[in-house]
C-alpha cells in the first residue's frame, strides 16, 4: 500500500483569529523588543522592492529619471514629516491625512508628477510609522505604546490574502482580489474601510492592530 497523504485543512475565520491571539502573546514582546536593535541613520523603513514600484510616477527614462524616489521621500521625511506633528497628534487619523497630503503635494511640486495619495502615498507614510515604532530613539516609549494601538497598517499582499480570508470584503460588499497587491487600494473609502475592519479583526483577537501586519507577513495562519 503507498504511504498515505496527510489531509490539508484550511484554518477557519474563528481558527485564524485564535491563532493570532496566540501569535501575539507568544511572540509579541520579542517583536516589540526588536526595535532596540541598532539601524542605519539612512533607513526609513521603506525598501528598494517597493520604490521600484514608484519610478513611474517620475518623468524620465528608466535609469535616467531626473528625481530618484528614495531621494524624494527621504527630503520630505526631512523637510515636512515634522509639520505633520506624529509625536503629538492625539487622534492618528488625522496625522495620517496631513502626512499623506502632505507627501503627495511635496512629490508633485518636486517632479511636475502626480503620485497617487491612495495607495502609493499612503503605503510609504504606513511603513515609516512601523519603522519609527521599532527604531525611533527619539520617540518616548509611551508613545510607541500608543501608536502599536491606534497606527494604520501597510497594505500588501500579505495583508490583503489575510483579510480575503478572514471573509472581508471591500465597501458594498465587492470582493478583494485573490490576487490583490497595494495597487489594487486605488481610493480612500476602500483604504479606510480595510484599515478599520483590521483593527475590528485585532479587537476581537484582543491584540494591538500593530500584530495584524506582523502574523500576515509570517503567514503562520497557513501552517497546520
Known sequence: MGKKTAR??????????????????NYGAIIVKYGSVPVSTNDFGVGGSTFRAYGRFVPG?????????TRIVKDWLDKELP????ATTKVFAKFHRRARESLSRYWKLSTKSKLPTFPYAS???????????????RLPEWRKRQLRRSAFQPL????????????VSLPKGKPIPSQATMGAIRNGPNYIH???QIR???SKAKVPPFAFDQFAWKQIWKVQ
Open 61 to 69: 527614462k528608466k535609469g535616467k529619471k531626473k528625481h530618484k524616489p
Open 200 to 202: 475590528k479583526i485585532c
Open 83 to 86: 509639520k505633520c506633528k506624529l
Open 123 to 137: 503605503k510609504v507614510v504606513d511603513l515609516h510609522v512601523k519603522h519609527v515604532i521599532w527604531h525611533d530613539r
Open 8 to 25: 490539508v485543512t484550511t484554518p477557519t475565520p474563528d481558527e485564524t483569529l485564535k491563532r493570532l491571539r496566540w501569535f501575539w502573546v
Open 156 to 167: 500588501d499582499r500579505y495583508s490583503l490574502e489575510l483579510l480575503r480570508h478572514l471573509k
Open 194 to 196: 480595510l484599515q478599520m
